[in-house]
């Protein structure tokens, strides 16, 4: 019951946002009582909270199992930055995260740090097994994807541009490995 409650939660928040959502909402769509609902969640932050933790989680386990299945170190790099979230979080709701859910905000912010490690991981033992060269700083790297990710996660630029952040993601990386020049 309580997975069926947090697939409705994130159905609603997709269609009204998170402050458009009630209980009421919730209990309709699933066709049963609002104390149904508060025997799993006590609250409508709660609910909130397990919705970005749940999605979070299956984010870093898919991840992680995503790169010790790749061979190749773009295919590593991609799978180190490539989202796989459960609950796919509207970019357009991020910035309502930030301001209401600061501890929501956090948990993001702390997933941002761990796919940016994954990839100095990556970057490192790229350089030391002579796949990546040895005149490019990692921390730069690392600091520009940091930068980028943060930008692109403007909403605004994606829509305008009929991008999803994957896509813009996937770009980046034949960026990192190919430039612009054509040699």
């Given at each position: ?70 061979h ?57 097994d ?7 700083n ?29 896509q ?16």
């Amino acid at each position: 019951m309580k997975e069926r409650i947090l697939d409705a939660v994130y159905r609603l928040v997709k269609v009204k946002g998170i402050n458009g959502f009630t209980m009421n909402d919730i209990s309709k769509e699933l066709h049963i009582g609002k104390q149904t609902i508060y025997t799993y969640f006590k609250s409508k932050d709660e609910l909130m909270i397990e919705l970005v933790r749940s999605s979070l989680e299956d984010n870093k386990t898919l991840t992680e199992e995503a790169v010790a299945e790749a061979h190749e170190l773009k295919e590593k790099l991609k799978a180190a930055l490539i989202s796989y979230h459960k609950y796919k979080i509207p970019l357009e709701l991020l910035e309502e995260i930030r301001k209401i859910y600061p501890e929501l905000w956090g948990m993001l912010e702390e997933q941002r740090n761990f796919k940016l490690k994954i990839v100095r991981d990556i970057l490192d033992e790229g350089i030391e097994d002579g796949e990546v060269s040895k005149k490019i700083n990692p921390q730069i790297i690392n600091y520009l994807l940091d930068k980028v990710t943060l930008a692109l996660l403007n909403d605004e630029f994606l829509q305008k541009n009929n991008t999803t952040l994957n896509q813009a993601l996937e770009e980046l990386i034949n960026l990192i490995f190919y430039g612009i020049l054509i040699r």
